[in-house]
């Protein structure tokens, strides 16, 4: 689509010459105080613009994160270093304001389940030892809100509720993978393995998790004009970035009684064999390529 510039103190609300100026075009806006920058997005987006450019000044450059009650965006949204306010608007025709901008990404920017945060903990461990074991969803997670309140009960009716809340860190990938250790110890609880229930030793339960590891195909570092922001990986786990990949369930779990023809992986359990001085204990697995789909782990 063509470019188009806004005028200053334009982008929050109502938009002199939309659609018309904004519908199937990249808008640059000038930074606004009068809304967040999410908001700002939004509105342009309701009126049709295929991407935002965000004019930013140097010196007055401030994170802006999306709250509970702003919209997430579906068009490709970036930021500018505006400078010189009259050199921004040299670039641009004074009478229809339109023009081209050519940005220069080495690599492109990418969030989702298959990007590996930049904030994520990397290892191995100050005295050498492999680290992390797994990692889990833990950047912009909705998750429920305090009001402080413990006689309101709330609870969220949609996305934007105050009762919701959007968070980044240890805080939302631990409890990702407590579930996960949770619904492992239930499996075999309840006998779904293979209809005799068990009680799973703690190193059960820790292969299964990790065994369950998708590997991430894509890391977001911090800014650098040689890298971008971020870098493409092969999809060979364990690492020291990722450990084992992202804890996946459906990878290590299978059910007896499956009838949907859902693809799933065999699983031979051995847990707890007792192993005395001189004794040794042997196990062979046969595995046939032709089967296909499934690596052996």
Same mark, same amino acid.
Request: hydrophobic content about 40%; glycine content about 10%.
């Given at each position: 689509?063509?470019?188009?510039?806004?005028?200053?103190?334009?982008?929050? %609300?109502?938009?002199?010459?939309?659609?018309?100026?904004?519908?199937?075009?990249?808008?640059?806006?000038?930074?606004?105080?009068?809304?967040?920058?999410?908001?700002?997005?939004?509105? /342009?987006?309701?009126?049709?613009?295929?991407?935002?450019?965000?004019?930013?000044?140097?010196?007055?450059?401030?994170?802006?994160?999306?709250?509970?009650?702003?919209?997430?965006?579906?068009?490709?949204?970036? *930021?500018? $270093?505006?400078?010189?306010?009259?050199?921004?608007?040299? /670039?641009?025709?004074? &009478?229809?304001?339109?023009?081209?901008?050519?940005?220069?990404?080495?690599?492109?920017?990418?969030? +989702?389940?298959?990007?590996?945060?930049?904030?994520?903990?990397? +290892?191995?461990?100050?005295?050498?030892?492999?680290?992390?074991?797994?990692?889990?969803?833990?950047?912009?997670?909705?998750?429920?809100? @305090?009001? &402080?309140?413990?006689?309101?009960?709330?609870?969220?009716?949609?996305?934007?509720?105050?009762?919701?809340?959007?968070?980044?860190?240890?805080? /939302?990938?631990?409890?990702?993978?407590?579930?996960?250790?949770?619904?492992?110890?239930? *499996?075999?609880?309840?006998?779904?393995?293979?209809?005799?229930?068990?009680?799973? @030793?703690?190193?059960?339960?820790?292969?299964?998790?990790?065994?369950?590891?998708?590997?991430?195909?894509?890391?977001? &570092?911090?800014?650098?004009? $040689?890298? %971008?922001?971020?870098?493409?990986?092969? $999809?060979?786990?364990?690492?020291?970035?990722?450990?084992?990949?992202?804890?996946?369930?459906?990878?290590?779990?299978?059910?007896?009684?499956?009838?949907?023809? *859902? $693809?799933?992986?065999?699983?031979?359990?051995?847990?707890?064999?007792?192993?005395?001085?001189?004794?040794?204990?042997? /196990?062979?697995?046969?595995?046939?390529?032709?089967?296909? +789909?499934?690596?052996?782990?």
């Amino acid at each position: 689509g063509a470019t188009t510039m806004l005028d200053r103190h334009v982008g929050c %609300g109502d938009i002199p010459g939309a659609p018309g100026m904004v519908h199937g075009n990249i808008v640059l806006a000038w930074h606004q105080t009068a809304c967040s920058h999410p908001d700002m997005v939004h509105n /342009l987006e309701q009126k049709g613009a295929i991407a935002v450019l965000i004019l930013l000044p140097s010196w007055d450059v401030e994170q802006q994160e999306r709250g509970a009650g702003d919209a997430v965006p579906s068009v490709p949204v970036a *930021y500018v $270093d505006s400078g010189p306010a009259e050199a921004t608007e040299t /670039l641009f025709d004074a &009478d229809n304001r339109n023009g081209s901008v050519w940005l220069h990404f080495p690599v492109a920017w990418k969030h +989702g389940p298959s990007a590996l945060a930049g904030f994520s903990s990397r +290892g191995p461990t100050p005295d050498g030892r492999f680290k992390p074991d797994i990692i889990a969803p833990g950047d912009n997670i909705i998750t429920p809100a @305090s009001d &402080d309140d413990a006689d309101s009960f709330q609870c969220p009716t949609h996305v934007h509720d105050p009762a919701l809340a959007v968070g980044s860190g240890t805080s /939302l990938a631990a409890p990702f993978v407590a579930g996960a250790v949770a619904i492992v110890r239930q *499996y075999f609880r309840q006998g779904m393995y293979d209809g005799e229930a068990r009680e799973p @030793s703690a190193a059960l339960v820790k292969a299964m998790i990790l065994n369950s590891g998708v590997a991430l195909t894509w890391y977001y &570092d911090f800014a650098d004009w $040689d890298l %971008g922001y971020g870098r493409v990986v092969d $999809d060979s786990v364990p690492t020291v970035e990722q450990g084992y990949g992202r804890v996946q369930l459906d990878r290590v779990l299978r059910f007896r009684d499956d009838t949907d023809g *859902y $693809d799933q992986p065999d699983l031979h359990v051995v847990d707890s064999e007792e192993v005395w001085d001189g004794e040794a204990f042997s /196990l062979c697995v046969r595995a046939d390529a032709a089967d296909g +789909g499934w690596p052996l782990k």
